[in-house]
């Protein structure tokens, strides 16, 4: 009784106070010897392991965790790298300090992110964004005075074409908007990697090269998963939302109608980001023979035949 007591005693003081009720404590200490904290917990060659990754990560309940508290999950992680994790530490702590950790924190740099960049973030920050579009779809010249100058063209210029057509029409006008901003945006934040190539490295995680080939197809994907994200709620809430409206306790509660628009946006979005985040590998492969002619070269020349394929991180 007092060995499981003192235990308990030394898995709290590993932990901070609010993460209590969320761990279990084993009455034996867990052999961490093989932990590999970078590990995926999901097979990430199949669409439903990444999907699930992506569920973990994007957990919008973890953008309420304190400062303090993603601090002490980067200590964890970078403690159980390096092999020397407290005394008393269970796997289901170090988890969670790496679900944190993956929700707040860049991967490459490891710095704690502004609160709208985090991966945490994406659920609560695309609710609000696309539920205000979704509701104010009318007044486009003032719901994009921030967006790109794409966006704003596309959704001035829809919305002129679309006049004449029925309401239901003009609703779509924002996810064109969003389609055609992504289409431009995402490219053009990362234009240095078209221009210099993106990291590639062998099966070893040893960087053998840039390649243009790879950023591009990299942020082909990521635009893809971009607009899939966005798609099912800004095409089919308009739908729910004419319906919805039409009703006669709508027609008296219009004051509701933004808000509501914004829950069932993050509805749609809860499901929909890990979804579209899980569309494609993080980790890609590609053939060296689809690389760039002189990166082809390079490898045959400095490495033979040993290495067939490349594979580097398409971003998010």
């Known amino acids: 009784?007092?060995?499981?007591?003192?235990?308990i005693s030394l898995a709290r003081r590993a932990l901070p106070q609010?993460?209590?009720?969320?761990?279990?404590?084993?009455?034996?200490?867990?052999?961490?010897?093989?932990?590999?904290?970078?590990?995926?917990?999901?097979?990430?060659?199949?669409?439903?392991?990444?999907?699930?990754?992506?569920?973990?990560?994007?957990?919008?309940?973890?953008?309420?965790?304190?400062?303090?508290?993603?601090?002490?999950?980067?200590?964890?992680?970078?403690?159980?790298?390096?092999?020397?994790?407290?005394?008393?530490?269970q796997v289901e702590q170090l988890l969670y300090a790496k679900k944190l950790y993956d929700s707040a924190f860049?991967?490459?740099?490891?710095?704690?992110?502004?609160?709208?960049?985090?991966?945490?973030?994406?659920?609560?920050?695309?609710?609000i964004i696309t539920g205000f579009m979704l509701q104010f779809y009318r007044q486009m010249a003032l719901s994009y005075i921030t967006a790109t100058t794409t966006a704003v063209a596309t959704a001035v210029g829809m919305n002129m074409l679309t006049?004449?057509?029925?309401?239901?029409?003009?609703?779509?006008?924002?996810?064109?908007?969003?389609a055609a901003a992504n289409c431009v945006n995402i490219p053009m934040m990362r234009q240095q990697e078209l221009i210099q190539g993106i990291c590639v490295k062998d099966t070893n995680h040893n960087e053998i090269g840039h390649s243009r080939r790879a950023a591009a197809i990299g942020?082909?994907?990521?635009?893809?998963s971009r607009i899939t994200m966005a798609a099912p709620g800004m095409i089919l809430l308009p739908v729910i939302m004419e319906r919805l409206e039409k009703l006669h306790f709508m027609?008296?509660?219009?004051?509701?109608?933004?808000?509501?628009?914004?829950?069932?946006?993050g509805c749609f979005l809860i499901f929909m980001v890990p979804v579209a985040c899980g569309l494609f590998?993080?980790?890609?492969?590609?053939?060296?023979?689809?690389?760039?002619?002189?990166?082809?070269?390079?490898?045959?020349?400095k490495y033979g035949e040993l290495v067939p394929y490349v594979y580097f991180n398409k971003g998010l």
């Not at 942020?219 to 893809?224: D, G, L």
Request: charged letters at 25%; aromatic letters at 6%.
């Open 251 to 265: 027609k008296k509660v219009k004051v509701l109608h933004a808000p509501l628009q914004v829950t069932l946006s």
């Open 1 to 7: 009784m007092f060995a499981r007591e003192n235990h």
């Open 163 to 178: 006049k004449r057509a029925p309401p239901l029409v003009g609703r779509w006008v924002p996810f064109a908007a969003v």
């Open 18 to 89: 609010e993460t209590y009720p969320q761990l279990c404590v084993n009455e034996m200490e867990a052999d961490l010897s093989d932990f590999n904290i970078d590990a995926p917990r999901w097979d990430q060659c199949t669409f439903l392991g990444r999907v699930k990754h992506f569920f973990n990560i994007t957990d919008p309940r973890t953008v309420l965790v304190p400062e303090r508290e993603l601090d002490w999950a980067k200590v964890m992680v970078e403690k159980s790298r390096m092999g020397i994790v407290p005394p008393g530490t």
């Open 219 to 224: 942020i082909t994907q990521v635009v893809i």
């Open 106 to 127: 860049h991967p490459d740099t490891g710095e704690k992110m502004n609160v709208i960049g985090r991966m945490s973030f994406q659920v609560p920050g695309g609710m």
């Open 281 to 301: 590998p993080q980790k890609c492969k590609l053939p060296v023979s689809s690389l760039e002619p002189e990166l082809q070269d390079t490898i045959k020349a």
